[in-house]
């Protein structure tokens, strides 16, 4: 058995060394890693400057690298934060969306990088390049999704200021379209890397997925915003702007499209096994936290419908206007 999974190992990093290009999100193989007693995983160092999570990078034995990130605070909310995070990597690898990729590493599993034995962690491939933050870009990059009850209209969700920046850079508006998509209100430029070499920028940090705002979400508050904009007379966007927001729009049909929510009926309730989170009365096999488990999950399924039915409708908008 063993030696059956080393060969597996050997099988999958002689294919990612003929085709280095593919191996950033080689699925595959971070599962096969993942499962492997004998990975070879070493920890290098540790990634300071989030917030939350506290983050390792790890290598195998050919020096591909890897992230390795758990919560620092550990509560029910960070813990299903976990599978919220893989739930939107499924979404990204639909449609290949530049965004790291992300898998549960189970609770009871020794792994190099993890610093909370017993509890859940994630392995995420490692993203090439600066944090937007930290660069100085010839154009303004904001494109983070926002809400606040006292905000007017305008402010939230999908905004003229985003998609005034989504036109400077062809994977923009495709990362707008994936967080509206999922609901994600993190991309903020610490979220956000640009790789100068390829002219490309990636996401990360996909927690906040369908967690915020608790009783909305961003396709629907982005819908009311649309709705608004193009209802004003004076409103005209550039041709480039308009450019950038059919991108939007044909990511956001084609992400439809692909990711029904039945696809995430069974996938969400095969990604709580893998956590080792008790289905019912307490959430983990680690210290235990008192939560119902399963309504937990049954009220995510309801969420995962809501988003994917307001994605539609933001969608059915667009298509009239543009
Ligand atoms: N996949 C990744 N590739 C490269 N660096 C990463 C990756 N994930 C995290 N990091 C680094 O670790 C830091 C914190 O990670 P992040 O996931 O944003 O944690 P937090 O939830 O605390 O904001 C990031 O700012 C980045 O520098
Ligand atoms: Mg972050």
């Known amino acids: 058995?063993?030696?059956?999974?080393?060969?597996?190992?050997?099988?999958?990093?002689?294919?990612?060394?003929?085709?280095?290009?593919?191996?950033?999100?080689?699925?595959?193989?971070?599962?096969?890693?993942?499962n492997a007693e004998d990975n070879a995983l070493k920890f290098i160092e540790e990634l300071k400057g989030g917030a939350r999570g506290k983050v390792s990078l790890v290598q195998d034995a050919l020096g591909n690298k890897f992230c390795v990130k758990q919560y620092k605070i550990y509560d029910v909310d960070n813990e299903f934060g976990t599978v919220r995070a893989v739930l939107a990597s499924i979404v990204a690898e639909s449609l290949d969306i530049p965004i790291n990729r992300v898998r549960i590493i189970p609770a009871h599993r020794a792994f190099a990088g993890k610093y909370f034995e017993g509890r859940v962690a994630t392995l995420h491939t490692f993203v090439e390049g600066s944090l937007v933050k930290y660069l100085k870009l010839p154009y303004e990059v904001s494109i983070r999704l926002k809400y606040k009850e006292d905000m007017p209209t305008n402010k939230r969700g999908l905004t003229y200021p985003i998609i005034q920046s989504m036109s400077f850079h062809k994977d923009l508006p495709v990362i707008v379209a994936f967080d509206?998509?999922?609901?994600?209100?993190?991309?903020?430029?610490?979220?956000?890397?640009?790789?100068?070499?390829s002219d490309r920028f990636c996401g990360i940090d996909l927690e906040q997925a369908?967690?915020?705002?608790?009783?909305?979400?961003?396709?629907?508050?982005?819908?009311?915003?649309m709705k608004e904009l193009f209802q004003n007379s004076q409103f005209k966007?550039?041709?480039?702007?308009?450019?950038?927001?059919?991108?939007?729009?044909?990511?956001?049909?084609?992400l439809i499209k692909k990711n029904p929510p039945e696809k995430f009926h069974t996938i969400l309730d095969q990604l709580v096994d893998q956590t080792g989170f008790k289905k019912k009365g307490?959430?983990?096999?680690?210290?235990?936290?008192?939560?119902?488990?399963?309504?937990?999950?049954k009220r995510y399924k309801i969420r995962i419908s809501q988003q994917y039915a307001s994605a539609q409708k933001l969608a059915a908008f667009l298509d009239k206007v543009l």
């Open 210 to 225: 369908g967690r915020k705002p608790f009783d909305m979400n961003y396709s629907q508050i982005s819908y009311y915003n």
């Open 282 to 297: 307490y959430f983990s096999s680690g210290q235990e936290i008192p939560c119902n488990v399963e309504l937990y999950v």
């Open 1 to 34: 058995m063993k030696f059956r999974k080393s060969l597996k190992i050997l099988l999958l990093l002689s294919f990612c060394t003929q085709f280095p290009h593919l191996f950033a999100y080689n699925i595959d193989y971070m599962q096969t890693i993942i």
């Open 180 to 197: 509206t998509f999922v609901s994600n209100s993190g991309r903020h430029r610490k979220n956000l890397f640009y790789n100068k070499q």
């Open 237 to 254: 966007l550039s041709n480039r702007e308009k450019a950038a927001l059919k991108l939007f729009h044909k990511t956001l049909k084609e």
